[in-house]
């Protein structure tokens, strides 16, 4: 998080700072109308983002938010009872108010693209300053008038929103209610049964709002992402932990994932919640795998499997025997790899017969082992019956994978003809529609460490094709998605193909160096058949 009061202080001496605060005093120092001025930019240090006209008029209708909006009051005759009552400012003084402070250049009305709605705005400077000033030196008002607007908008969304547009009103209100101290209401009443809607989470699953739900997490968080709000049960405070280190770890932030991730293992281990507990080990064994210590994404896969075990739930025993699969694939014990898959696979065709195969993450997997060993068939005859299961549940994550299966399927096929005829021009016209569903799919998904895995596999395509710009242009995307976000595996792969298509032993040799440290055995074949072709470079 970015603190202007300090960036200011260390690149201009404070100088802004400086003027907000000579600015604030002449507002004091001005009467009832100055007040209003000052009520106002007190108002919008409340918001992160321009506040919309609702945001507004929830905060200035009655009743008085004490400490912040007495000013936009005022005692006037009421007509139906003959008495003066306090009433809130006419919009002709509101109005006037906003345009001196548009004068100063403090605040700024901006228009939505459509017109139908107007947002008050100021810069972030402006609005830390007088946040600064309300949080500190008016707890009380700061706490109410979050509270208003965490009431405003959780009631202004849908009470299970469809859209992203819609779900914002919930993440948006998520933010005002823990800054309102009301953390454990925000996971309650909000994020559990509306964000996530159990245990579907439909927030990222299906609108993949990984970002906006991070950063809503990020508020139940007193020292992100380390230590949840105090005012959390034990059980709710492992929850937080574990769904910020999920979420990190899908947007490509490896790194600051693993200790939440860890931290909520070790209450569910101590709570003997071995549901739980797998799901958490689960999550430390991806990060690990994301960062290319298969060493230590091995242990944890197989703690995976003694917990789900210990849980006696069988969709857990059947995911789990999968985690575990897809890292010994990485390792290049295919064998092994292909046994855990069937075993977990049989689990679930014990409690869903009518579904032959592993669906969803698992599904994809089983197939990208099935890939490596060249059975492409059975790969096409997995992934489009898992694709129908996926298009009828909306995953987007499971949809765009099943594509990219499809895709190298059909890449496969195409390499193991000896001949190029018409139909194969059909199969690479379908291979690359495949790929480009894939990819945007991914994007769409939010699931950024998938999406360096879509964008090889078209890379691999563009360089069947010849089209060397296309291969680069993907190659380039996922290597910075990689670097970004230290997955050490996807690197590998990024080098290993760069240097197959430019002909580099520099980047041959940085390939080798990770694939040999990280014991990542999938790609050893590759890696040897590369250096042999570069004895002739």
Not at 83 to 107: K, R
Not at 160 to 168: A, G, I, R
Not at 202 to 218: D, H, I, M, N, V
Not at 375 to 396: D, G, K, M, P
Request: overall charge negative; some cysteine; hydrophobic content about 40%.
């Amino acid at each position: 998080m970015v603190k202007f009061e300090e960036a200011d202080r260390k690149e201009q001496g404070g100088t802004t700072f400086k003027m907000l605060a000579a600015f604030e005093n002449w507002f004091a120092k001005s009467g009832d109308f100055g007040a209003r001025q000052l009520t106002v930019l007190r108002m919008l240090g409340l918001f992160d983002r321009p506040a919309d006209t609702g945001c507004i008029a929830a905060l200035r209708k009655p009743p008085v938010i004490s400490g912040l909006t007495e000013p936009l009051f005022t005692a006037r005759i009421d007509a139906g009872i003959g008495q003066a009552t306090v009433q809130p400012l006419v919009d002709e003084d509101w109005n006037t108010a906003i345009s001196f402070l548009g004068d100063f250049g403090l605040v700024a009305i901006e228009f939505a693209a459509d017109d139908s709605e107007h947002f008050l705005d100021c810069h972030p400077l402006v609005r830390e300053h007088f946040a600064k000033q309300i949080r500190d030196k008016k707890s009380d008002a700061w706490r109410s008038g979050h509270g208003r607007l965490f009431h405003y908008l959780s009631q202004s969304a849908p009470e299970l929103p469809n859209t992203l547009s819609q779900m914002d009103l919930l993440y948006e209100s998520m933010s005002h209610g823990c800054n309102a101290g009301r953390h454990l209401q925000v996971m309650t009443d909000v994020y559990w049964p509306r964000v996530c809607r159990g245990n579907e989470f439909f927030g990222t699953t299906k609108l993949g709002a990984f970002t906006s739900e991070l950063a809503a997490l990020a508020t139940l968080f007193d020292v992100p992402w380390t230590r949840p709000n105090s005012s959390l049960p034990p059980e709710l405070i492992a929850f937080s932990l574990n769904r910020a280190a999920h979420e990190l770890r899908t947007i490509g932030r490896q790194n600051e994932s693993l200790q939440p991730a860890l931290t909520a293992l070790d209450i569910r281990k101590s709570q003997q919640r071995w549901k739980d507990a797998c799901t958490n080990a689960g999550i430390v064994n991806e990060v690990y795998l994301g960062l290319g210590n298969l060493r230590e994404a091995t242990k944890f896969a197989q703690q995976t499997v003694e917990f789900a075990d210990l849980s006696g739930d069988w969709e857990h025993q059947a995911d789990q025997r999968t985690t575990l699969a897809d890292v010994l694939h990485q390792t290049g014990a295919y064998e092994a790899s292909e046994r855990w898959f069937r075993a977990g696979e049989a689990i679930q065709q014990h409690q869903q017969p009518q579904i032959p195969f592993l669906y969803f993450v698992p599904g994809y997997q089983f197939c990208d082992l099935l890939l490596t060993m060249g059975r492409f068939r059975e790969v096409e005859n997995r992934a489009t019956r898992t694709l129908q299961i996926a298009e009828a549940n909306e995953r987007l994550l499971a949809i765009a994978l099943d594509n990219l299966s499809l895709g190298r399927a059909l890449m496969l096929r195409l390499r193991g003809k000896a001949m190029y005829d018409n139909n194969d021009r059909a199969l690479g016209s379908q291979a690359s529609k495949r790929f480009d569903t894939a990819v945007t799919g991914l994007r769409k998904s939010g699931e950024l460490n998938y999406l360096s895995i879509g964008l090889l596999a078209r890379a691999d395509f563009w360089v069947w094709r010849a089209d060397r710009a296309g291969a680069m242009a993907d190659l380039d995307e996922a290597w910075q998605n990689a670097e970004r976000g230290s997955m050490k595996l996807q690197m590998a792969d990024v080098l290993l193909q760069q240097a197959r298509l430019l002909r580099d032993l520099k980047n041959l040799a940085a390939a080798r160096e990770i694939i040999l440290n990280c014991g990542y055995g999938r790609r050893v074949e590759m890696l040897v058949q590369t250096e042999t072709e570069a004895e002739s470079w």
